[in-house]
Each structure stands twice: as structure tokens, then as C-alpha cells.
């Protein structure tokens, strides 16, 4: 127990100051356990699904992540709003804060309002070009629109920040293959599942 108030420690004083993880850094092994034990002693929680969704959302696991945030809308089907305007919040009280960015940038998202969500993401690279996991994101929205080569330029970014973001080295080779680039395709997804390999 002790632990788990610690970690909501850290999570509250990270949120406040607009600390985030380590531009190139997927959430720790512990991290991802301790947000998880959270969620298991306070299954309806849906602050504490978000917090899992989040760390969940900086790692290779993004099928899991995608996965609890759907239980936040079940939860609360208000909570996408609730995401906006804490957010939102902290932002215009520190427009560094990157946390709050990544975070905000994924209320808007899940309420499809797309457009704000990904000035979000190119906030975030204003403050710290070397936020790999904005590049993923911000890419993601180009890949949505068919735009797949922004979306590369934006993956191979990241890459070039953080040669192991498996994520990264996935959607690459997701963009080779929808692009008929069927060896380039077959060359990076292998990599992504090796990188994924060592989670």
C-alpha cells in the first residue's frame, strides 16, 4: 500500500510540475505493475484506468492501452470530458507541461476531436523535440488521413530519437507494406517484434 500511495504521489506532483517520462523512455516494468495494482484494488476507478491507459500508451502494448481506455468510457462516459478540462487546465497554468499535454491530447481524442488532439502532440515537440511518443502519435493522425508519407517522416523521427520505440519500427513497416514496399515492410516489422521481444 505504501507503494501505491507513493506512486499517486509521484503521478499528482509529475501532473503539477509537468515532469513526463524521459522523451525516449517507454513506462517502466515497475510503473505499468504498480498502475495496475491501482486498478486492481479500485477496479471502477476510472482515474486509475485512465493512468494505466496512459502509461500503457508509451509502451508497445497499445492494443492494452486502447483497451483500458475503452473501460474509462464505461466507467464514465463523461470522463473524456473530465480528461479536457483538468487538463486543459494545467496546460494554461504551464504551457511546458507536457504530461498534461499527452494527457489532454488523448481526451480530445477520445471524444474525436481530432484536430485539437494533434495540436496537442505538436505542442509537445515545440517543448521537447525529442518526445518519441509524440512523433508516434502525431504520425498516427497522418496515417489516418492517408498522408503515409508525413506519417513516415514523423515514425522515422522518432526512431532517429529512440532506435528501440518497436512501436515506432511497427508503424514504419506498416506504412512500407500499405505502400506495396513489401521487403522494407517485412524488414522493420521483424525488428518492432524483436524490440517488442524484450519488453
Do not use: C
Not at 464505461?74 to 483538468?86: C, N, Q
Amino acid at each position: 500500500m505504501k507503494r501505491m500511495n507513493k506512486l499517486s504521489a509521484i503521478l499528482s506532483a509529475s501532473l503539477f510540475l509537468g515532469l513526463a517520462l524521459p522523451a525516449f523512455a517507454d513506462t517502466s516494468k515497475e510503473e505499468l505493475e504498480l498502475l495496475g495494482q491501482r486498478v486492481q484494488e479500485q477496479p471502477l476507478n476510472p482515474e486509475y484506468q485512465f493512468d494505466l491507459a496512459m502509461g500503457l500508451a508509451r509502451t508497445s502494448k497499445l492494443e492494452v492501452a486502447w483497451g483500458a481506455l475503452k473501460k474509462v468510457n464505461e466507467m464514465d462516459p463523461t470522463y473524456a470530458d473530465k480528461v479536457i478540462t483538468r487538463f486543459g487546465s494545467l496546460v494554461q497554468t504551464n504551457p511546458q507541461n507536457i504530461e498534461a499535454r499527452f494527457r489532454l491530447a488523448f481526451g480530445y481524442y477520445f471524444k474525436n476531436q481530432k484536430d485539437p488532439a494533434r495540436a496537442q502532440l505538436e505542442e509537445i515537440i515545440l517543448v521537447d523535440p525529442n518526445y518519441v511518443w509524440a512523433y508516434n502519435y502525431l504520425g498516427y493522425f497522418f496515417a489516418e488521413k492517408n498522408d503515409l508519407a508525413k506519417a513516415s517522416e514523423l515514425w522515422k523521427k522518432a526512431i532517429q530519437i529512440a532506435p528501440e520505440n518497436a512501436v515506432a519500427h511497427f508503424l514504419v513497416g506498416q506504412a512500407h507494406y500499405r505502400n506495396g514496399q513489401l521487403k522494407e515492410a517485412a524488414s522493420e516489422i521483424a525488428l518492432a517484434m524483436k524490440l517488442r521481444g524484450a519488453d
